[in-house]
T-cell receptor, first 116, second 112 residues
Framework: DAMVIQNPRYQVTQFGKPVTLSCSQTLNHNVMYWYQQKSSQAPKLLFHYYDKDFNNEADTPDNFQSRRPNTSFCFLDIRSPGLGDAAMYLCATSRHPQGQGLNEQFFGPGTRLTVL | SQQGEEDPQALSIQEGENATMNCSYK?????LQWYRQNSGRGLVHLIL?????REKHSGRLRVTLDTSKKSSSLLITASRAADTASYFCATDATGGSYIPTFGRGTSLIVHP
């Protein structure tokens, strides 16, 4: 089945120790998103890609970086995790809007990040 | 501030009852989407309604959109315990940025 896969599902890191979360998709969608979601809050968009075109949200901390080496894979790098970065990180994909507004987003199961 | 705001924040009902959740937003939109999230999981798309549509149905789900009031509602009929989840609306504002903005969500508990 076509899907969005996130690895790992649970990640524990130490304060200040870099961590990388990964996302892969078999849907061949050209748009990929990374969200941060804290408990009982809305998903907050960190960045998104239209193909290789990277779009950073204005309030995304510099501590967060992303890479998209090809259509299928996207990575979220947290260079120096702080306690406030503990959250669920969600990856999503969609087809390009093509002038009609956003299409349905397909989400992965998320990676729960714990910072000790 | 967030584009979409759902209310109520929490809703507790008995199985078989209908559940209604509302979403209000601030600026003109291209479309509005509703998503469901089970505890600790990713979001699942339920319905997309475009700005020129007023109502859509999918199984036990009914979504309405009132662009003059900048609001939408999600109705789940004959609810089941398995409908227990958080429900989010997401909008993308007109202007070509295609940035999805999620509301805070409504937490629905359906008691068996």
């Amino acid at each position: 089945d076509a899907m969005v896969i996130q690895n790992p599902r649970y990640q524990v890191t130490q304060f200040g120790k870099p961590v990388t979360l990964s996302c892969s998709q078999t849907l061949n969608h050209n748009v990929m998103y990374w969200y941060q979601q804290k408990s009982s809050q809305a998903p907050k968009l960190l960045f998104h890609y239209y193909d290789k075109d990277f779009n950073n949200e204005a309030d995304t901390p510099d501590n967060f970086q992303s890479r998209r080496p090809n259509t299928s894979f996207c990575f979220l790098d947290i260079r120096s995790p702080g306690l406030g970065d503990a959250a669920m990180y969600l990856c999503a994909t969609s087809r390009h809007p093509q002038g009609q507004g956003l299409n349905e987003q397909f989400f992965g199961p998320g990676t729960r990040l714990t910072v000790l | 501030s967030q584009q979409g705001e759902e209310d109520p924040q929490a809703l507790s009902i008995q199985e078989g009852e209908n559940a209604t959740m509302n979403c209000s937003y601030k600026t003109s939109i291209n479309n509005l989407q509703w998503y469901r999230q089970n505890s600790g999981r990713g979001l699942v798309h339920l319905i997309l309604i475009r700005s020129n549509e007023r109502e859509k149905h999918s199984g036990r789900l009914r979504v309405t959109l009132d662009t003059s009031k900048k609001s939408s509602s999600l109705l789940i009929t004959a609810s089941r315990a398995a409908d227990t989840a958080s429900y989010f609306c997401a909008t993308d504002a007109t202007g070509g940025s295609y940035i999805p903005t999620f509301g805070r969500g409504t937490s629905l508990i359906v008691h068996p």
